[in-house]
């Protein structure tokens, strides 16, 4: 049986995490959640703990600081690896990316892609409850990113994606020093020049209901300086090297 563990990220999240972890279970039963929480002030931790006292498939990983999203997938994602489970996945605490919608990236990893990404601008992606200036921002500055890194990628700050293990293991985390949704880009865009098999598939995006957007001036600044080095680097000869993936040489869907 494939072993798939769904990495959750929190901060002060308590509105709304019981909920999401409830959908998730009860939409896989063979999935296993793991929130990793950094030290949140209003109890999301505890309540966690909680949760998992009653039921096996519920793990947490204690954080003492946030020091942002990037580090608390690594760690995640290295907890994920030393257990063995097949498909890593990430979804975010709000409620803004549905659970039901695991089993269509689930059924891209099985069918071979190294990575999936869940997709608001393509055909049947949706996104609720977002101003006209939100949607707008998003946009370009997922156009910005695809000119300068030269990607196919439709949703590179999505973060509703997943990975097979087995290509997750190649990719050495510490190197991966962006902290805020940046990280999204930056592990997309590692994959995709690496010739890494990508799988896309529209979500349904709500904004969340319950606590505080984590998005600040600060993210947005990292995310645009970083893809311009990026960018400007890659065009002059000097990207990163390439990861060595398990299907490497494969074509991006």
């Known amino acids: 049986m494939t072993k798939t563990v769904v990495v959750i990220p929190t901060y002060n999240e308590i509105g709304s995490i019981a909920s999401v972890i409830d959908r998730i279970l009860a939409t896989d039963e063979s999935a296993n959640v793991l929130i990793v929480d950094d030290n949140s002030p209003d109890g999301t931790g505890d309540l966690v ?3 998992a006292s009653d039921d096996s498939r519920i793990h947490i990983l204690h954080r003492t600081e ?12 290295r907890w994920a ?9 990430e979804m975010d605490a709000d409620g803004s990316h549905q659970p039901e ?14 990575m999936a990404i869940g997709t608001r601008w393509i055909p049947g992606g949706v996104i609720k409850n977002w101003p006209a200036y939100r949607k707008l921002i ?21 973060g509703y994606r ?3 293990a087995d290509s997750l293991r190649s990719v050495d985390l510490s190197s991966v020093n962006s902290q805020g949704y940046c990280f999204q880009i930056e592990m997309a865009w590692l994959f995709e020049r690496s010739g890494a098999k990508m799988g896309e598939f529209p979500i349904t995006f709500i904004e969340r209901e319950e606590g505080v957007s984590k998005m600040s001036t600060g993210i ?15 065009i002059v000869g000097r990207a990163p090297e390439r990861l060595a993936l398990p299907s490497a040489g494969a074509e991006a869907r």
């Not at 946030?66 to 994602?77: C, D, I, P, V």
């Not at 919608?101 to 190294?114: F, N, V």
């Open 49 to 51: 703990d909680q949760l």
């Open 66 to 77: 946030k020091n942002g999203l990037g580090a608390a997938y690594g760690a995640g994602f």
């Open 81 to 89: 690896l030393e257990r063995d489970y097949d498909f890593v996945v």
């Open 101 to 114: 919608e695991l089993p269509r990236l689930q059924a891209l990893l099985a069918d071979g892609a190294d």
């Open 138 to 158: 998003s946009r370009s500055g997922t156009l910005y990113a695809r000119i300068l890194l030269q990607s196919k990628l439709h949703d590179l700050t999505s």
């Open 162 to 164: 997943g990975f097979r």
């Open 220 to 234: 947005v600044v990292e995310a645009l300086a970083k893809v311009t080095v990026w960018g400007l680097s890659s």
